[in-house]
């Protein structure tokens, strides 16, 4: 008897057995889906992990159905995948769930798109009858216009006797009705008449528009190629290279460079993106040179549009190029060669919820690796990891110091806020300089980009009398206030309020925004610059696939000239005429209780800075920020990475932290606050018995209740060299042990490796 190990599209660890009856042995291999029981009446569709002949200790179960012919996971993918589950503590069914589109998960959910074709009766083939017919459709001109169209498109005008002299074209329904603007009513006579048949055929989804004109691939500059020949010198020796280049010194172009040796050599190249903003704008600028070849892949795309690039992977003739955001990692590639993480700093790699909390840039090195594929990071601010990797000789480095054409980098000037505060000179969130140099810009006809990291209209409201701000019911959060939309909302679960009209607290009717989201800077923008066009760049505004397309072609073509957004603009958009860029308010990024946030605001403010003057003349950033003496600020001033990292290093090898130790974060969630902290004591204890002064907590985190659930944390801090596998034992057993305590039911616990 044959047995098979299959994996759950559900949140449960490792994989689970079935008995293979007699006829399904030569079907099943690894990779295919079948269709299982679970517990009384449920069925599932598993992915086959593995076959063998061990008999389980248990009665098993057999499997139902065979569900395809040949594998939908390649091997690649299964080994990357028990990577991430292993890796970051989260379940094999998890991963599973998270890498397959849901039409490849469940019984009836993808459809093929189906289109109505016409073709032309058979006896109506030949020159001779045709003649016949067209005479006979004297009488009914527009059936006759109809058919004449239809031929004209088909090619069957072009008959010599029986013989078609051009390739007999398809032609759909809709294609004829928009030709020959008829309506469906003229072809349906012509087909009731018997002249023309109808047809239905699948078609696909994926854009097959005819090869686009392509560009020839730009000539690289002579620092871009002496950084093009130092990769591939390195490659020869490291899996992995950073390029550390600064903004606009022409990095994507030496990734097209690299995409195109790879394309040679027959290999497939992964491109990663951490923003769909970014996807739009390198999508233009890969497809003018790789046309067709280049597919892309995230979460804005329909899940049917998922399902059939997932398929055209696995087909003999799949995308060589694929650019996407995180979960392109988990596409199948058959021959990887090369994989480009772009902006490899940048946080929004990490899946955060739900689980699993995987780094695609880590995912993407290993599945590399595991391809025997290169890996090239590529970023203006480095994260400290990749760069600590690179300085220990781990990973190659290659630096590229100048700007593209030798552009130089923004002039960055810098706002004391604080005393400007004091000399009430501030119109609201603007200093004088700020609003002169954007008039100027826009005068000279140049373009703004205004940078504030927060969404909404307020980060929240307040009584002007008793202090009172309202919180959100399932949050341990206060609202923000989404003017627009006439409502409050809280960013962490979704919910939405009315806005009070009086304080329930005391009464006053006195309640006042406080602080600046992106839209309160909106308005004033309108008003202090009605002539400005003016656009919005949040995610807010980017629900839609279209909006970030909308809003980067209006910015790009001059059709909007201020740009107002959050840190999706400052991720490594390309905009030729911009002059001017402001940072409303850097404090707002220096401020996190956490041991990141300096990191993160450096990043963020360069990288927002680096959109300044790509093009012509020397950009200008307006800097402000009430604590003007800090050393992060002439950091980014001076564009001073190394001094900034350095110093960083440092404080991250005096307080314990990446790159020199490792962190996990354990969380606990229930919605009983008295049961979520006695476990927190109790699993702390349990970890601090084993791991000793490693573990930190239980604490509450800077939020505490999220969607009902109370949470709590404990942290634990792995020195570089610890056998991990024996930690991650360690913690999979304590969480066994604890939620078979029935006081802790429906206790949540799971972890975050490496937080972000
Ligand atoms: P980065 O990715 O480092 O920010 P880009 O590759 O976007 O820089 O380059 C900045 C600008 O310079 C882009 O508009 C790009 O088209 C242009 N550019 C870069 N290298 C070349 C080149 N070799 N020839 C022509 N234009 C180039
Ligand atoms: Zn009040
Ligand atoms: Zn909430």
């Known amino acids: ?290 046309g067709n070849r280049l597919g892309i892949y995230h979460s804005k795309y329909s899940d049917a549009e998922r399902v059939e690039i997932w398929k055209k992977q696995l087909s003999d003739e799949p995308y060589d190029v694929i650019l996407g955001a995180r979960s392109a990692v988990l596409l199948p590639f058959q021959k990887l060669g090369l994989v480009i993480v772009d902006e490899e700093h940048e946080t929004s790699f990490k899946q955060q919820d739900p689980s699993p909390r995987y780094h695609a840039r880590n995912a993407a090195i290993v599945l590399a690796m595991m ?108 609202l923000t206030l989404h003017k627009n939309l006439n409502q409050l909302t809280c960013h962490y679960c979704g919910f939405t309020y009315r806005i009070p009209t009086e304080c329930p607290n005391c009464g006053s009717t006195e309640l006042t925004s406080r602080g600046y989201g992106t839209e309160k800077i909106e308005d004033y923008i309108r008003e202090l610059f009605p002539e400005a066009r003016v656009a919005r760049m949040d995610l807010d505004t980017t629900r839609t696939r279209n909006a970030y397309e909308r809003l980067i072609d209006d910015f790009s073509s001059g059709r909007t000239n201020l740009l107002i957004g959050t840190q999706m603009i400052s991720k490594g958009l390309d905009f030729d005429n911009v002059s001017v860029v402001g940072i409303l308010n850097a404090n707002n990024m220096l401020n996190y209780p956490d041991f990141r946030a300096y990191e993160h605001a450096f990043m963020m403010m360069s990288q927002v800075s680096g959109r300044a003057g790509r093009k012509g003349k020397q950009g200008l950033v307006l800097l402000q920020t009430k604590s003007p003496e800090l050393p992060i600020i002439s950091q980014v001033v001076d564009n001073d990475f190394e001094g900034f990292y350095k110093n960083l290093l440092q404080e991250r090898l005096m307080f314990h932290y990446p790159p020199f130790y490792r962190l996990i974060e354990v969380f606990l969630k229930h919605k009983k606050e008295d049961v979520v902290s006695s476990a927190g004591y109790e699993l702390g204890n349990k970890l601090k018995s084993w791991f000793g002064e490693r573990v930190l907590g239980p604490d509450k985190p800077a939020v505490a209740r999220v969607k009902t659930l109370f949470i709590r944390r404990i942290i634990i801090k792995l020195e570089i060299g610890i056998d991990y596998k024996k930690v991650r034992g360690y913690l999979h057993h304590a969480q066994e042990q604890m939620i078979k305590n029935p006081r802790y039911g429906v206790l949540q616990i799971y972890y975050d490796v490496d937080p972000l």
Request: aromatic fraction near 8%.
């Open 371 to 478: 391809s025997g594929a290169k890996t090239l990071l590529g970023s203006a601010t480095p994260s400290m990891e990749s760069y600590y990797n690179a300085s220990i000789g781990k990973y190659g480095l290659v630096k590229l110091k100048t700007r593209y054409n030798n552009i130089q980098l923004p002039k960055i000037e810098v706002i004391d806020i604080k005393d400007r505060q004091r000399r009430k000179v501030m119109s609201g969130p603007f200093s004088t300089e700020l609003l002169k140099a954007v008039r100027n810009a826009l005068a000279e006809g140049k373009q703004v980009i205004l940078f504030q990291n927060r969404r909404g209209f307020a980060p929240m409201i307040e009584c002007k009398v008793c202090g009172w701000v309202p919180k959100c019911d399932n949050c341990d959060v206060s």
């Open 1 to 290: 008897m044959k047995y098979v190990d299959v994996i759950l599209p559900l949140p449960l660890e490792g994989t689970f057995t079935y008995s293979l009856p007699e006829d399904f042995v030569d079907s099943v291999a690894q990779g295919v889906r079948v269709l299982v029981p679970l517990g009384r009446s449920k069925k599932y569709i598993a992915l086959v992990d593995h076959i063998h002949e061990n008999k389980p200790e248990f009665q098993c179960k057999p499997i139902i159905e065979v569900l395809d012919r040949a594998p939908i996971v390649l091997d690649s993918q299964l080994r990357l995948w028990k990577w991430i589950s292993d890796y970051y503590m989260s379940p094999l069914g998890d991963v599973y769930h998270a890498a397959l589109p849901l039409g490849l998960k469940s019984l009836d959910k993808y459809k093929p798109k189906m289109e109505l074709y016409i073709g032309l009766v058979e006896k109506y083939r030949s020159e001779e009858s045709l003649k016949v017919l067209l005479n006979i459709l004297n009488r009914a001109s527009k059936q006759q216009k109809v058919l004449i169209d239809f031929l004209t498109l088909s090619h069957w005008d072009t008959l010599e006797n029986t013989v078609p002299k051009e390739q007999i074209q398809e032609i759909t329904r809709d294609e004829l009705m928009n030709v020959s603007h008829c309506t469906s009513a003229i072809i349906k006579a012509l087909l009731d008449r018997g002249i023309l048949y109808s047809y239905e055929k699948e078609v696909g989804r994926l854009n097959t528009v005819s090869q686009p004109h392509l560009d020839r691939i730009k000539v690289l500059a002579s620092a871009q190629q002496i950084a093009y020949d130092e990769i591939l010198r390195q490659f020869q020796e490291k899996s992995v290279v950073l390029l550390h280049g600064v903004t606009s010194s022409g990095k994507t172009e030496i990734y097209i460079h690299l995409i195109k040796k790879a394309l040679e050599a027959h290999q497939q190249v992964l491109y990663l993106l951490p923003e769909i903003a970014l996807t739009v704008q390198i999508m233009q600028r890969l497809q003018k040179v790789f």
